[in-house]
């Protein structure tokens, strides 16, 4: 006696969490069972392996009915095929797009092209991911980049739109979005350190300020990239390190006000020029894409790294920062104030996350 | 009344793409309705088209209206090549037809394709204009409504209800037709479902006129079904009731008139029970009793057993209620005369309800059932499908005549199937014979004098358990006693019936789904032989079903049998019988016996030490099973209820066959041979595997019950959850080992993990109850046996759950009732007496004289004989709001569905598409049914060519399934309407053929589409507008793009 076809179809459909978590993670469907079965839930609920098989085989089959739907998910909304309540509609889409860290590290910054998908069955089998949970999540990534990368307006409201996720994914997204729009290398050795959630936070603040769209929202330009005018003109900051009178001044404005409120004092004197000579110089590269590339290697290096070295503690880096970029209004020498603000603003705050260990 | 048909297209969403080049879609619409068809514009380059066309008229008359569908084709533009068909939406257009149901129809449809399946959808308007027409040779009925729903629809009120409506049309299968070699598949299977659907409506139409003329309004448990017959044609047949229906004047009114004993039961005019306190003459003398007391008595015992006092099933001598003899004879005499008159002149005084308006069921008598072989022939005149009707006549005046036997001049509960193999056919029919009250059934009803008598006639809930027929003249034996309820009247030992179990019953406990299950391998043969081949061994398996069915019952401690379904499938080299009923345990009839376990050969030691380790465990299952389903009815000293009184045998056979009844009835109690009833003796392994798979069924887990009546007999307290689902499963059967034995093994496994994996999918839903669960067999191939079962489950409150078995025992303590450990006994060769067909000599003979009388020469007839069943009665008196009736159900609080949504969903929550809700029972938990707005009558091909590519038999089924169910959906959706109640799954055809990568499903749907109201809704806004939307799940607001 073999089953030649077994199916269960409910009016309204059955989403069963637990089992979507497993074919969200690629497990076959032998593996999602054992998995079940190593749970216990034979001993809770009496039922048979062979129940479990058949259960399990069903809700696949109902995944794998709905996964097209989830490509696009308003069409979720407006299908008649399947009934689902809205809350279980919002939970199958919020899961289907979300991502695992390790997976989303390995990615962050390449470009979403099919060279890049060759490698994910090297990135599962450094993260432990499966290949088939590896390529949903990666096509998930490409799908929104591909949805929003000609659209105008914010970022995360048109991903939000488009894709229903939560706002908390959305803006996940929207760094996903654009660290692969702008390539930024994370995947370097001595980046390593940081996670995902640093990489969203600094890719927030610069959507935010340093794009097209930050300055103007009405402008006809969108948010994915950064400001070219902007970076053009921060060429102009490298005045704050090419001078030396102004390079000097800005120092002893710094170490007045920070004296005696600094662990570390003495060993900022000492690296006060070279951390501003490594941030303005950062500043000034912008213009070519290969230094934006690495502008997070940049940043680790020329400030992260030394401060580290020195044991900064984080509060010291933050009066240290602070006064940094507030020191510069009092130099009277040096017209373009709204410029840095605008430069150091952003930075200041990713400087502040990228610092830890 | 001819009328104008206006139809609008809106828009289509989701198109497919058709031009690969572009990737987007040039789609415009036809509009088709009869000969005349209208187009929209090419909607250019979009797969979401904006159409938004004028309103296309179509002007045609009524009947029109009423056969045809309107045919909506959307089609892709193709500038140089033939344009591609889409898809097609077909709308049944008959709700627009009645003044009280929809207006309008309008919404959106799923664009199916028989290949494709769903491909987008597109929002169209429909409207009628119907003229007032009083030509009277007219051939239309529009204004008649139809009901799937088996009970009087919740916001009407019944007048009168006439009776049985019948009517079939037979035309050639187009998949059979020459034409079929060189059209495409998807042209045929086009062609199939629009002459389906144009046979449905014809059909419908003809019932209408038939209703008309009876002055009726209304058909309720409309059942239509199809026989494909291959070469010989295509049947569409439909049974139902016509009625004259009232619509309740407010629609906020919380009990359904056909719930409320004050509003419909004005009169009872033969009160069955009169005051009690009449009845205390003295004990009636032992001769009387004798006279209507059959016992198996001790006398016959083969096997001696343990308890003198066992098979006290009859009534001693001495029972404060022996004037029921004196005066049962007469006042049923006067009842049948009266009710006869009523039913005189209908030809087949049956009925498809299964639930009736208060007082109008007064007695059952059991089931009756006939079925007969026929083989199939080319129908050669589709306007005169004499042949059909023919066959259909005689069983229903075969069901006739057991009903008569029966003491009973109704049936209800009737309805009819068919199963085809090739060229052989099996008819069955079954129902319940039953006595009406007549007021029911005439014109003019008595309005005046009966307002007085309401409350006093209550106290009848055991009424329907009383015998009909007279206990000197029983039909075939049984055990009889005296009501264990009202103590006058004389009720069976057991009860089986079609029907569901009637509101104001008293049951002790909860009731439970149980099913007997057997296969019988057959030869394969050719035409007459294999005719004859089933013919003989149908008898057989009515036998062992029943014999089954009744172990089973005793297994569960329980007493009678509702809803019950015998399904005989045909296969090539098999015959698969499943009978589903559910058990309960009335208060009114007798505690049922144990089984007790004879062995052949008492003097082998180990055989006996295995025999009573059987018995131990049967025992233990009676005990588990009482008390899992809490049944614990009150404990009656002997004294009161009497000693059976040892019925000599020649006694009760010189009665009966005084009797009238048929042939077939007669001979059921030869069946009963010389032997004890309720023993199961073991004589060879056959028997022992009957035994242990007696033993196999497993309990549903804690939290879960399931029955197949609307509601669960024992659970009143519904929330509003609810869902309805279809599980199929096939498996093949490896052809080495086929005995019959290892049949019955892998098709009993099969049904109990089908529930098995039911219970564990629904486990997030416990406390639940599987409402309405219906199972279908069929054998598609030689070694595949299919299975499809359709229910509901329903959430239930457990905390409320336990006051309903509590009352009645306390209020029975002061009653008596047989000793709880007594034992029944039965033969497993004959069964229980009550089981009255002779299994073998019958299929001969009637072979030959059906034949003859037929003057059909090519079918091959037989019947078996159907067999019958006793009724039960209820005890206990009134319990004021006790088992209760819809009207606590509906009071159910709402909690259900609105614990589900709005967890996190920020962007969802607003979902354009509203909910509908699918069940197949007459009402839904928690909600109030304010408006019916017609029929829902689908029939659907899907066909595949990529079976693998489609995710193979179980993706393909599963899609499919899920498709019929959008596309029910969204016409409830577009009637205006936000569920669909007493939904049915009438056909389930699958047939793959795996090498060739090709697979081909039938599937037809019917139910009742209706507008329901949250009760918690209707308290808060009361009076406002309670037609809108109201369920909580579905908020609608607009979705933002």
């Given at each position: 006696m073999t089953s030649e076809l077994d199916i269960f179809v409910g009016n309204t459909t059955l989403i069963d969490e637990d089992v979507y978590r497993l074919w969200l993670d690629g497990y076959s469907v032998t593996d999602?069972?054992?998995?079940?079965?190593?749970?216990?839930?034979?001993?809770?609920?009496?039922?048979?392996?062979?129940?479990?098989?058949?259960?399990?085989?069903?809700?696949?089959?109902?995944?794998?009915?709905?996964?097209?739907?989830?490509?696009?998910?308003?069409?979720?909304?407006?299908?008649?095929?399947?009934?689902?309540?809205?809350?279980?509609?919002?939970?199958?889409?919020?899961?289907?797009?979300?991502?695992?860290?390790?997976?989303?590290?390995?990615?962050?910054?390449?470009?979403?092209?099919?060279?890049?998908?060759?490698?994910?069955?090297?990135?599962?089998?450094?993260?432990?991911?499966?290949?088939?949970?590896?390529?949903?999540q990666f096509d998930n990534f490409k799908r929104v980049f591909k949805v929003v990368e000609e659209m105008r307006g914010s970022l995360v409201d048109n991903i939000q739109q488009h894709f229903l996720l939560s706002d908390r994914l959305a803006r996940d997204y929207a760094a996903i979005v654009f660290f692969a729009n702008n390539r930024f290398e994370t995947g370097k050795k001595k980046l390593q350190y940081l996670s995902f959630g640093d990489f969203a936070f600094c890719a927030e603040l610069m959507i935010q300020n340093w794009t097209l769209g930050a300055v103007d929202s009405q402008m006809d330009d969108m948010d994915m990239d950064l400001d070219k005018e902007f970076l053009q003109d921060l060429k102009e900051l490298k005045v704050l390190v090419a001078d030396k009178d102004l390079l000097d001044l800005h120092k002893s404005l710094v170490c007045t006000a920070l004296r005696g409120k600094l662990g570390v004092f003495s060993e900022m004197e000492a690296n006060f020029k070279n951390l501003s000579r490594g941030l303005v110089n950062v500043a000034a590269k912008l213009t070519h894409n290969k230094d934006v590339r690495d502008l997070f290697v940049d940043l680790v290096e020329k400030f992260v790294e030394p401060c580290r070295s020195d044991h900064w503690p984080l509060s010291d880096v933050r009066f240290f920062l602070n006064q940094y970029s507030v020191s510069v209004h009092s130099l009277d020498g040096f017209r373009h104030q709204a410029l840095w603000d605008r430069y150091m603003g952003t930075l200041r705050g990713c400087l502040l996350r990228l610092y830890h260990d | 009344?001819?009328?104008?048909?206006?139809?609008?297209?809106?828009?289509?969403?989701?198109?497919?793409?058709?031009?690969?080049?572009?990737?987007?879609?040039?789609?415009?619409?036809?509009?088709?309705?009869?000969?005349?068809?209208?187009?929209?514009?090419?909607?250019?380059?979009?797969?979401?088209?904006?159409?938004?066309?004028?309103?296309?008229?179509?002007?045609?008359?009524?009947?029109?209206?009423?056969?045809?569908?309107?045919?909506?084709?959307?089609?892709?533009?193709?500038?140089?090549?033939?344009?591609?068909?889409?898809?097609?939406?077909?709308?049944?257009?008959?709700?627009?037809?009645?003044?009280?149901?929809?207006?309008?129809?309008?919404?959106?449809?799923?664009?199916?394709?028989?290949?494709?399946?769903?491909?987008?959808?597109?929002?169209?308007?429909?409207?009628?204009?119907?003229?007032?027409?009083?030509?009277?040779?007219?051939?239309?009925?529009?204004?008649?409504?139809?009901?799937?729903?088996?009970?009087?629809?919740?916001?009407?009120?019944?007048?009168?209800?006439?009776?049985?409506?019948?009517?079939?049309?037979?035309?050639?299968?187009?998949?059979?037709?020459?034409?079929?070699?060189?059209r495409t598949p998807r042209a045929s299977n086009e062609a199939r479902q629009r002459l389906i659907s144009l046979m449905s409506g014809e059909l419908q139409r003809k019932i209408g006129l038939k209703v008309l003329e009876m002055r009726g309004n209304a058909v309720v448990g409309y059942l239509q079904c199809f026989d494909l017959e291959g070469e010989s044609g295509l049947v569409v047949r439909a049974i139902g009731t016509a009625c004259t229906l009232d619509k309740l004047s407010s629609p906020a009114a919380f009990l359904p008139a056909c719930n409320s004993p004050s509003k419909e039961m004005k009169e009872i005019p033969f009160n069955e029970d009169p005051n009690p306190n009449t009845h205390s003459s003295g004990p009636s003398t032992p001769l009387k009793n004798q006279t209507y007391s059959f016992s198996p008595s001790k006398s016959y015992s083969r096997q001696s057993s343990s308890s003198d006092t066992d098979l006290s099933l009859t009534p001693k001598t001495g029972m404060g209620s022996g004037s029921a003899g004196k005066e049962g004879g007469p006042f049923k005499a006067l009842l049948r005369q009266q009710t006869q008159s009523a039913l005189e002149q209908r030809e087949f005084p049956f009925f498809t309800l299964t639930a009736f308006p208060p007082g109008f069921l007064v007695h059952v008598g059991g089931v009756v059932s006939a079925r007969s072989v026929k083989l199939l022939d080319r129908i050669h005149n589709p306007d005169e499908p004499e042949t059909r009707d023919a066959w259909w006549a005689e069983i229903r005046q075969e069901i006739k005549s057991h009903a008569k036997a029966l003491g009973c001049h109704a049936v209800v509960g009737y309805s009819e199937s068919t199963s085809i193999c090739e060229e052989v056919c099996i008819l069955s029919a079954s129902g319940t014979a039953a006595v009406l009250n007549p007021r029911f059934l005439q014109d003019g009803t008595v309005e005046g004098c009966l307002e007085q008598r309401l409350e006093e006639n209550l106290p009848t809930r055991c009424g329907f358990c009383h015998i009909p027929y007279d206990e000197l003249n029983m039909p075939f034996p049984a055990h009889l006693t005296y009501c264990y309820n009202c103590r006058k009247q004389k009720v069976p030992d057991v009860l089986f019936t079609t029907i569901d179990l009637p509101t104001d019953a008293t049951v002790i406990g909860k009731g439970c789904l149980i099913q007997a299950r057997l296969c019988r391998l057959k030869k394969k043969a050719q035409a007459e032989a294999n005719a004859t081949a089933i013919s003989n061994l149908l008898p057989f398996m009515e036998y062992e079903v029943h014999t089954q069915l009744m172990n089973k019952l005793k297994l569960k401690g329980m007493n009678a049998l509702f809803g019950l379904r015998i399904q005989i499938t045909v296969g090539e080299n098999m015959?698969?019988?499943?009978?589903?009923?559910?058990?309960?345990?009335?208060?009114?009839?007798?505690?049922?016996?144990?089984?007790?376990?004879?062995?052949?050969?008492?003097?082998?030691?180990?055989?006996?030490?295995?025999?009573?380790?059987?018995?131990?465990?049967?025992?233990?299952?009676?005990?588990?099973?009482?008390?899992?389903?809490?049944?614990?009815?009150?404990?009656?000293?002997?004294?009161?209820?009497?000693?059976?009184?040892?019925?000599?045998?020649?006694?009760?056979?010189?009665?009966?066959?005084?009797?009238?009844?048929?042939?077939?009835?007669t001979e059921l109690d030869l069946s009963h041979g010389k032997k004890d009833a309720f023993v199961l003796e073991i004589d060879d392994t056959d028997a022992m595997e009957d035994v242990h798979s007696l033993l196999t069924d497993v309990p549903p887990p804690s939290g879960f019950y399931s029955c197949n009546t609307e509601i669960m007999p024992g659970i009143n307290n519904w929330t509003s959850e609810i869902q309805m689902f279809t599980s199929v499963r096939v498996i093949r059967l490896s052809s080495l080992n086929l005995t019959n034995q290892a049949l019955n093994k892998n098709f009993n496994d099969l049904c109990e993990n089908l529930l098995k994996s039911l219970y564990f999918k629904l486990r997030s839903m416990i406390p639940c109850c599987l409402c309405h669960v219906n199972f279908t067999v069929s054998l598609p191939e030689d070694e595949l046996i299919q299975v499809t079962v359709t229910a509901v489950a329903i959430t239930f409150d457990k905390n409320q759950a336990l006051q309903t078995t509590k009352t009645p025992v306390e209020k029975s303590l002061q009653r008596a009732s047989t000793d709880n450990e007594e034992l029944l006994q039965f033969p497993l060769e004959l069964c229980s007496d009550s089981f009255p067909s002779h299994p073998f000599p019958p299929a001969k003979e009637h072979l030959e004289s059906a034949s003859s009388n037929s003057g059909i020469p090519a079918a091959q007839r037989d019947r078996c004989s159907s067999w019958i069943e006793l009724i039960k009665l209820k005890a206990?008196?009134?319990?004021?709001?006790?088992?209760?009736?819809?009207?606590?159900?509906?009071?159910?609080?709402?909690?259900?569905?609105?614990?589900?949504?709005?967890?996190?969903?920020?962007p969802c929550a607003n979902s354009t598409v509203g909910v509908v809700k699918m069940t197949p029972l007459s009402f839904i938990p928690g909600a109030k049914i304010t408006k019916y707005l017609g029929i829902i009558n689908m029939f659907f091909i899907r066909e595949t060519t990529s079976l693998r590519e489609e995710g193979g038999v179980s993706g393909f089924l599963h899609a499919f399934i899920a498709e019929v169910f959008a596309m029910v959906r969204a016409h409830v959706a577009a009637l205006g309407g936000n569920a669909v109640v007493s939904y049915i799954m009438k056909q389930c055809v699958f047939m793959e053929n795996p090498n060739k990568n090709q697979a081909q499903c039938l599937i037809n749907v019917s139910g009742d589409a209706v507008v329901f109201v949250r009760e918690s809704d209707l308290e808060v806004v009361s009076s406002q507008q309670p037609t809108t939307n109201c369920q909580s799940s579905c908020t609608e607001s607009e979705v933002t793009t």
């Open positions: 999602a069972v054992a998995l079940r079965v190593r749970s216990g839930i034979l001993e809770q609920t009496g039922a048979t392996a062979a129940v479990l098989q058949s259960d399990t085989m069903d809700h696949y089959r109902t995944f794998h009915m709905l996964e097209r739907l989830l490509h696009a998910p308003p069409k979720l909304l407006h299908q008649l095929i399947f009934q689902i309540p809205p809350s279980r509609q919002a939970l199958l889409i919020e899961r289907y797009y979300a991502f695992d860290e390790a997976f989303v590290r390995e990615v962050l910054g390449k470009k979403l092209s099919k060279g890049t998908k060759k490698d994910l069955d090297d990135i599962s089998t450094k993260t432990g991911i499966t290949l088939k949970s590896c390529r949903r | 009344m001819p009328g104008k048909l206006k139809v609008k297209i809106v828009a289509g969403r989701h198109l497919p793409v058709m031009d690969r080049a572009s990737d987007l879609t040039d789609a415009f619409v036809e509009v088709k309705f009869g000969n005349t068809t209208f187009k929209t514009d090419v909607y250019l380059k979009s797969l979401n088209p904006q159409w938004n066309s004028e309103w296309f008229k179509f002007e045609v008359d009524d009947e029109d209206l009423q056969d045809e569908p309107l045919q909506i084709t959307v089609l892709d533009h193709d500038t140089y090549s033939a344009n591609d068909a889409i898809g097609k939406v077909y709308i049944d257009i008959d709700p627009l037809l009645y003044s009280e149901a929809a207006t309008v129809i309008s919404g959106w449809f799923p664009i199916y394709d028989t290949i494709h399946g769903i491909r987008g959808e597109i929002n169209v308007v429909v409207k009628v204009d119907l003229f007032n027409d009083l030509n009277r040779f007219r051939q239309s009925s529009c204004g008649v409504k139809f009901f799937c729903t088996t009970s009087i629809p919740k916001c009407y009120r019944a007048v009168i209800i006439h009776g049985f409506v019948e009517e079939l049309v037979v035309n050639e299968d187009p998949e059979y037709q020459w034409i079929d070699r060189i015959l698969m019988g499943l009978a589903s009923a559910t058990g309960v345990y009335l208060a009114a009839l007798p505690t049922p016996g144990g089984i007790q376990i004879a062995g052949k050969t008492p003097n082998d030691g180990s055989y006996e030490q295995h025999i009573s380790h059987m018995q131990k465990k049967i025992n233990d299952t009676i005990a588990k099973n009482k008390e899992l389903y809490e049944i614990n009815p009150p404990e009656i000293s002997e004294e009161i209820i009497g000693s059976p009184i040892p019925e000599p045998r020649q006694r009760s056979r010189l009665l009966r066959s005084q009797s009238e009844s048929s042939d077939e009835v206990q008196t009134i319990r004021r709001g006790s088992i209760k009736t819809t009207v606590t159900v509906e009071k159910a609080s709402p909690v259900g569905d609105g614990n589900f949504r709005n967890r996190s969903a920020p």
